[in-house]
């Protein structure tokens, strides 16, 4: 009938949530990747040592920071010519270039409601360079550094048929001596 008969009350050990707490906490400062824990409002709840040493960053200035911002302060998107995947690329103070990539996982409550995400980061820069290393040993001329066959047909592969396009072609006479000999 609408009426109230009565409360009904839940009683925990808060011992157990404390301890695994702490627990959780000693496992995400002890990963050996850099990781940030944001707030479903996109703020910046926990960074772990290794995201302070790898990104420079300090503790009390990235806490409480809006992540997004962060990210688009820090990094430039770019997109492999290989296999098009998308990673994330940043300079350090010293000049040196790194890639990351980012997994984002979202960080659901007992009830599935967002609470929040982990963005995981890892070091792929030794992978990269090899990579464009490799796709420009494959598309360039090794004594010109000019594109070569395959570059050009890569090229001509990716224009609209639509498109009008000019070829200009040169042809040097005995240029075959002058290349093998110096």
Request: net charge negative.
């Amino acid at each position: 009938n609408g009426e109230i008969l009565g409360t009904v009350g839940f009683g925990h050990d808060l011992t157990n949530l404390l301890n695994l707490d702490m627990e959780l906490n000693l496992f995400i400062e002890y990963m050996p990747f850099p990781l940030a824990i944001c707030h479903e409002d996109d703020q910046i709840r926990q960074v772990n040592t290794r995201f302070l040493e790898f990104f420079r960053e300090e503790r009390e200035k990235i806490t409480g920071t809006c992540f997004s911002q962060w990210q688009e302060r820090t990094f430039h998107v770019e997109t492999s010519p290989v296999n098009g995947e998308q990673y994330l690329r940043f300079v350090q103070d010293d000049g040196k270039m790194h890639y990351v990539s980012m997994t984002k996982k979202s960080i659901l409550n007992i009830f599935d409601k967002k609470v929040g995400d982990v963005n995981i980061f890892r070091d792929i820069t030794a992978e990269k360079e090899l990579e464009i290393r490799i796709w420009r040993d494959a598309n360039t001329d090794s004594l010109t550094g000019l594109a070569n066959r395959h570059a050009f047909d890569s090229f001509v592969k990716k224009i609209p048929e639509d498109a009008i396009i000019h070829l200009f072609y040169i042809d040097l006479d005995e240029f075959k001596a002058v290349n093998d000999r110096w």
